[in-house]
């Protein structure tokens, strides 16, 4: 099982890394020529996002023993899910190593230090899968997440889609990003004395890193989305009213990438 699970973190690393290779042939779409880079890797994490995410809804729906013994019971398929997303991490850490300096990519690498460390200890050990499984949910909130950026990066805000992504990156981000968070935090806490010390202080450092995240973005999505892009009444001197999209697409747009796979 561990070579296996090597394996296919293996190939999943040179996939992704393939991707971002394969991404810089292809034309850019025409407003994002700017940051062509961050349009390209966040395409990537998009597509990781709604593969992963997708994967382990229907995998935890066809199989709920994974959430009733989120250590022992999963089927093989479910060990080769957390493991290509070890290799996404990876691959997503070389790529940011090789186009960003540290100053701008250590937030994001310390977070993918603590899911790789968190997902690996299932793909080596293959115990603890569905627990892992349970994380991955995150990434359906991740892809909506990573959409809304691509729509910014291409200069499609304001408009439907925009505000459509926005809605649904909010909805997502409560039922399938706080409400696993909620659940794995309240399992691992019954758990603790029945899990080793080192995998409860991991789980739980991870647990709380990526929900203050969360919180964070999500109270910043709001805020900028929702919020400020209400219409305001003019001011005495008649002033344009700036909207979220505007300082968006004035400023360089951050990379919202927080999933918890133990990841933002």
Known sequence: MVP???????????????????????????????DRWKWRNIFVSFVHSLLTGTMALLGLSLY??????????????????????????????ADMLQNQTMGQAWELLCHHLVVISCLSTAVLSGHYVGFSMV???LELNS??????????????APSLAFSMASWATLA??????????????????RQRYHVPPALVILGGTGLVIVGVMSLILGVRIL????????PHPPSSGHQRTRTCCDSELASPVPKDKSTFNPKD
């Open 4 to 34: 296996s699970g090597l394996l296919v973190t293996g190939v999943s690393f040179a996939a992704f890394r393939g991707l971002h290779w394969g991404l810089q042939l292809l034309p850019t779409p025409g407003r994002a020529t700017l």
């Open 64 to 93: 709920p023993q994974m959430i009733n013994d989120p250590i022992h019971g999963h089927p093989p398929w479910a060990l080769a899910l957390v493991a290509v997303s070890v290799g996404y991490f990876l691959a997503d850490g």
């Open 135 to 137: 994380s991955l949910l």
């Open 143 to 156: 892809a909506f997440m990573h959409l809304r950026k691509l729509l910014l990066l291409s200069h499609q």
């Open 172 to 189: 997502t981000l409560v039922l399938f990003r706080l409400v696993p968070l909620g659940w794995m935090s309240l399992w691992l806490f």
């Open 223 to 230: 805020n900028n989305d929702v919020l400020r892009s209400r």
